[in-house]
């Protein structure tokens, strides 16, 4: 963009310099009509220079526009994301809760059945005519 501005202005310099040259050459020209063309020419440079200036300020605005609405969008995705964190650790949590009182259940439930089988194996020793120690070795296999 700058360099397509700078050929610009050197093409508009060198047909002002050209002219200038044309008409002093001819001395069609006074000191005042020189310096005329001289402000004419400048401000065109000035004029041009600020059209792209004013481009460019827009497309600098822009793009800081879109930065700030993309940084509000990843700021709402990461708050989405760590509401959805929290949450899937809270059912995690629960689950092993969950996890750890069925484990006690089954435990409880476990030893509850390692009793009835003693039982039933020392009833069922007795009945057969098997004495106490004959029974605790039978346990300590089970």
């Known amino acids: 963009m700058g ?20 008409k002093i050459v001819q001395k069609q020209v006074t000191i005042k009509e020189i310096i005329l063309g001289c402000v004419s020419t400048s401000f065109e440079v ?3 220079e ?20 993309g940084k509000k969008n990843l700021s709402r995705e990461l708050e989405n994301k760590e509401r959805e964190v929290a949450a899937k650790e809270r059912i995690i949590s629960k689950k092993d ?14 030893l509850e059945l390692k009793k009835v089988k003693s039982s039933e194996n020392y009833n069922c020793l007795q009945k057969f005519g098997f004495s106490q120690k004959d029974f605790d070795q039978d346990a300590k296999q089970i």
């Open 46 to 48: 000035y004029s041009d």
């Open 97 to 110: 809760e969950t996890i750890r009182k069925v484990s006690q259940d089954v435990q409880t439930t476990r």
């Open 3 to 22: 360099s397509k501005h700078a050929e610009g202005a050197n093409a508009v310099e060198a047909r002002l310099l050209e002219d200038l040259r044309k």
């Open 50 to 69: 600020m059209k792209r200036l004013s481009n460019e300020v827009w497309e600098l605005r822009n793009w800081l526009k879109e930065a700030q609405q």
